[in-house]
């Protein structure tokens, strides 16, 4: 069931970190383990286009998205082709490790969307990260572990905008774009949820309605 908007206090973000993405929220999706909220809800992504993905997101999860990012569980698949337009990906990719141990528990995978067919597609502000589990992780709960991946969709262009609007806010403390730097000076506090979610120091209007 969703949660109203008025249940979440303002300034309530979702920003999780890499190997929190995987460790925590793909294992535990892996396991077939189900949390009392749905931050990252399931979807078939490529039925959709980029621009739409955020409105399913604040359709479907109870922490809207501010239209510069969201996260979807989706099956793994080789052509992620939508009805307009291709998800392409770059030669970018990074291990995750886990912060405790250092133990290799991940990778990230890097994709941009082109919008049209072939020759006559152009590169678009939308990309995404796409965070896989080890197939070499033990876990008696996992059957398959690479069933599902977690997608970090991104909107550059709001990215940006942002960034000139609103030069003084906190910016993103997980991973934000398709660069491989990690964002820093991030003034936050953690609240007592899910990994990931944390109260920090930015304009309450971003808060949106949820489903």
């Known amino acids: 069931m969703a949660e109203s908007k008025e249940a979440w206090p303002v300034g309530l973000r979702f920003k999780p970190t890499e190997d929190e993405l995987v460790a925590h929220h ?10 009392t909220i749905c931050i990252i809800p399931e979807l078939y992504i490529y039925d959709w286009e980029p621009q739409e993905l955020f409105t399913r997101y604040n ?3 109870s922490i809207p998205s501010d239209a510069s990012e ?10 992620r082709k939508t009805a307009c337009g291709f ?10 490790q886990a ?23 152009h590169r678009t502000n939308f990309g995404i990260h796409e965070y896989h589990l080890n197939s070499n ?14 997608c970090h969709i991104i909107n550059r262009k709001s990215n940006k905008a942002k960034s000139a609007t609103a030069s003084t806010s906190s910016d993103l403390s997980g991973p934000s774009n398709l660069s491989d730097s990690q964002n820093e000076g991030t003034q936050e506090i953690s609240a007592q949820a899910s990994p990931g979610v944390t109260v920090e120091f930015s304009y309450p209007n971003e808060m949106s309605s949820a489903c």
Request: glycine fraction near 8%; charged fraction near 35%.
């Open 70 to 79: 969201c996260f979807f569980f989706c099956p793994h698949v080789r052509k």
């Open 87 to 96: 998800w392409k990906e770059t030669s970018t990719k990074r291990v995750i």
């Open 99 to 121: 912060s405790d141990t250092g133990e290799e528990i991940g990778l990230r995978r890097s994709l941009v969307y082109h919008k049209g067919r072939q020759k006559n597609a």
């Open 26 to 35: 793909l294992t535990k999706k892996l396991r077939g383990e189900m949390g």
């Open 59 to 61: 359709e479907l999860s």
């Open 137 to 150: 992780v033990f876990d008696s709960e996992i059957s398959d572990p690479r069933a599902l991946v977690l």
